[in-house]
């Protein structure tokens, strides 16, 4: 005979389980989608993209039956616009994403923030598709060059603003420069006029030196004048002495 008493105890135990966890993974499902909902977003309102949403869901004036047509143009304007405000915070995802990883391994910043940049990377995930779905609606097939076209808009915003601080930079070292050879100008001007000065003062004492040389080259010579005197009498009396001793000897022979 089945013991049915001792079958509806472990059924029931079974059941009551599997309800607790159920209930407990719903709460905690809602606790954290509240959680996360509260949480402050990546990014900061997208304008770009409400003002698209504005030109195309045109309400009408008061006392018009129909809002007026937006030319297709200033859709497409607009759009591409979005599309380009889209790829700035797609860079910034990319460039954020390691960064945190490592950070949230080290265990350096809380999970807060990792639920806030999971949330922004799905939304810019879903902007992207609706970017291009509504490129589809304008114009067939301009969602798969839309980014492109968005993307080189980017890169040549960011050269103009290289460009720009370039020029900037080359005007402030431009004034540097003036400044810098103005200050080595008068500073060469007054060596100039410094060793002009000390070369006039060397001019007056050349003659002075000169006319101390012609002195001092006068006595010299009267010097060697003098003491050529009883040289040449020496020598007048060496030649007489010689002449006599050659007398002599010619008159013994």
């Known amino acids: 005979m089945v013991d049915w008493v001792g079958l509806v105890i472990p059924f029931a135990y079974l059941s009551l389980l599997i309800g607790s966890l159920a209930t407990f993974s719903s709460l905690y499902r809602k606790r954290k989608a509240a959680k996360s909902s509260s949480l402050e977003p990546w990014f900061g309102p997208h304008i770009q993209r409400d003002i698209y949403l504005s030109l195309l869901h045109l309400e009408p004036e008061p006392g018009q039956e129909k809002a007026p047509a937006v030319p297709d143009s200033i859709l497409k304007a607009a759009l591409l616009q979005r599309a380009k405000a889209d790829i700035h915070r797609l860079l910034e995802i990319r460039s954020a994403k390691q960064a945190l990883t490592t950070l949230l391994q080290r265990g350096s910043v809380g999970d807060d923030l990792w639920q806030r940049f999971l949330r922004a990377e799905k939304e810019i995930e879903a902007e992207l598709r609706d970017v ?13 060059t839309i980014f492109q076209s968005a993307n080189e808009m980017v890169n040549n915003e960011a050269l103009r603003q290289k460009v720009a601080e ?27 006029d410094r060793n002009s000065g000390t070369g006039a003062g060397t001019g007056t004492l050349k003659p002075n030196a000169a006319a101390g040389a012609e002195k001092g080259g006068s006595d010299e010579d009267a010097v060697l004048v003098e003491s050529g005197e009883p040289a040449a009498s020496g020598s007048a009396a060496n030649s007489s002495s010689k002449g006599g001793t050659s007398r002599k000897r010619k008159g013994k022979k």
Do not use: H
């Not at 420069?177 to 103005?182: G, I, T």
């Open 166 to 192: 370039i020029q900037a930079q080359g005007k402030a070292d431009r004034e540097w420069w003036d400044q810098e050879r103005a200050t080595i100008q008068s500073n060469f001007m007054k060596e100039l």
């Open 132 to 144: 291009v779905e509504e490129a589809n609606a304008l114009a067939n097939n301009w969602g798969t």
